[in-house]
């Protein structure tokens, strides 16, 4: 995918959440994937905790000359950070955290758009690199949730795989 369309895929990536996760009941929340994966409960965290530390890797990359973005261990996140709570406020920290990521990506020159680091787990690590793995982050985990609560694919509202 172009920027472009990329732009478009992590702007539609919360409204998927949301129909993934539309009508839940805490029973579905802490159900378990048939492959034993995260519950929908836990999705819904991890997504918050990924949001968050994206959002600071964006910033240091356009920032910061060269950072180092450093990698973190989302089983021990899940541990640690009690995955077990209720959702609601790790919903509204994906949405605005996701929605502040994407009023700046709009807002970078071309010359902002070239600015990288250095992931301590993969290497060489742009701003496009970063576009790509976020756009698309949010509907892995929304197919994961529908899986977990019976479903197939959860349809996006966004746009079409």
């Keep these: 995918m172009d920027r472009t369309q990329l732009l478009d895929r992590f702007r539609g990536g919360f409204a ?21 994966g995260w519950t929908p409960r836990q999705v ?3 997504l918050a905790d990924s949001e968050t530390i994206a959002y ?15 990698g973190y261990d989302e089983p021990e996140y899940a541990r640690r950070l009690h995955y077990e709570r209720p959702v ?22 071309p010359a902002e758009w070239e600015r990288r680091g250095t992931h301590t787990e993969s290497g ?12 698309e982050h949010p509907y892995d985990h929304a ?19």
């Design 56 to 70: 600071v890797r964006l910033r240091r990359l356009i920032a910061e000359d060269e950072p180092t973005i450093v």
């Design 143 to 161: 197919n994961q949730i529908g899986v977990a609560r019976g479903g197939g694919r959860v349809p996006s509202r966004a746009s079409a795989r």
């Design 88 to 109: 609601d406020a790790s919903l509204a920290v994906l949405a605005a955290v996701r929605a502040a990521s994407l009023g700046l990506l709009e807002a970078l020159s």
């Design 44 to 46: 819904l965290h991890h």
């Design 124 to 135: 060489p690590y742009s701003v496009d690199d970063w576009l790509g793995i976020y756009a």
């Design 16 to 36: 998927d959440v949301q129909a993934a996760v539309a009508g839940i009941t805490d029973a579905e929340l802490d159900q378990a994937a048939p492959d034993g």
